[in-house]
């Protein structure tokens, strides 16, 4: 977030998963490249529920600007992506009807999904030989003696 989360102001953050076959609902307020079928509605007193079901204590933690949820794998059912490809976007709400109370979306009107966690074979395989250098070169470094 850009600043930190204030539990006493009013509102609540969505956070929106397109989990294959999300529509651009917001496409008539010029942000097209938000795309959701999901909505994980998160309170700032640390409840949050997903599409009525409530979410167990402790899968939600806020602290300062941070703001972190679990979410079990099986309240969010793929519609054609697989759960590593899953888009998300974030907005903050004043808890007001329409989308005039939407301060921003995040990350800039876009949906983004998240990153690999594993490195590619390539990755792997130039860091192995860059390693392998440094050892080399290591190895056939001149030893100094002190005086």
Known sequence: ??????????????????????????????????????????????TAAVSGSSLPAGSVTIAG?????VVPLSLLPSTGFTPETYGFNIWPRSGAGGTEVISDFAPDNATVSAAAAVPEPASWLMMIVGFGALGARMRRRPVLKPA
């Open 1 to 46: 977030m850009a600043g930190a989360i204030d539990a006493s102001l009013p509102g609540f953050y969505a956070i929106g998963v397109n989990t294959g076959t999300g529509a651009n609902s917001f496409a008539a307020i010029g942000l097209a490249g938000v795309r959701f079928n999901q909505v994980i509605a998160v309170q700032k007193a640390g």
């Open 65 to 69: 600007n941070l703001l972190s949820v």
